[in-house]
């Protein structure tokens, strides 16, 4: 499984992903350059416009090397709660929703760090992989993800069926919720995010169809929505 899984996202990487640069900040494990652009729809799901199939973009930093079937992704690292919810709509039957696809997301720690690269090699923090119900619907908890140098705020996401790479894509977060956060707790050392949603290379073009909805505050925690539309 690990070895399929590799050559799965290289192919993902070396398909859209030529010319994405890739630094490293915060541990020695974070990019410090923007991936190529995405746009991800999350109007709703009547009407030919609302129903598009959300752009493809490369999987960025840093993939998984390994699949880790699991909700709660914190591994005790320390932030402000996230439960995110995302649902996977097909554009070929009206956006109806898709049971059984393979859901996975990654992210950074409050620090700008990453899992499994850099100073995080031997760490699994902040990754997991769930199946969609037959409302097309997983629910992760995670923490409200950190910021390093060169890209807004983010939260990566891969749809897989049947083994295979439906849909790779980003959420952002909207402005005046990551400066509520960056102002608290373990993120406080850091602060506000130097880089905006509208000038980050991902989110500048498309970001109103890029952005969870987002309720809740840094004490009791967030709950956040997104949509996914693949063309199954």
Request: glycine share 12%.
């Amino acid at each position: 499984m690990h070895g399929k899984r590799v050559s799965r996202r290289e192919a993902i990487l070396a398909i859209g992903g030529a010319g994405a640069a890739l630094g490293f900040g915060c541990g020695g494990s974070s990019p410090t350059s923007p991936e190529a652009a995405t746009t991800t729809t999350t109007t709703p799901t009547t009407g030919s416009a609302a129903c598009a199939v959300t752009p493809s973009e490369t999987a960025g930093p840093f993939p998984s090397l390994t699949d880790l079937i699991r909700s709660d992704i914190r591994e005790g690292k320390a932030g402000a709660t996230l439960t995110l919810t995302i649902t996977v709509v097909n554009t070929s039957n009206n956006c109806a929703p898709v049971a059984n696809a393979s859901v996975e997301i990654w992210q950074c720690d409050a620090a700008g760090n990453y899992s499994q690269y850099g100073t995080q090699t031997t760490q699994t923090y902040l990754r997991g992989i769930q199946t969609t119900n037959s409302g097309g619907q997983v629910t992760f908890t995670t923490i409200y993800p950190g910021w390093y140098q060169g890209r807004a705020t983010h939260i990566h996401i891969e749809v897989t069926r049947n083994g295979v790479s439906s849909k790779v894509t980003q959420v952002a977060f909207p402005e005046s919720v990551n400066a509520a956060v960056y102002a608290t707790g373990v993120y406080a050392s850091r602060g506000t995010n130097p880089t905006a949603n509208a000038r980050d290379g991902i989110f500048a073009d498309s970001l109103d169809s890029e952005t969870a909805t987002v309720s809740g505050d840094a004490g009791s925690g967030f709950t956040a929505a997104f949509r996914v539309a693949i063309a199954a």
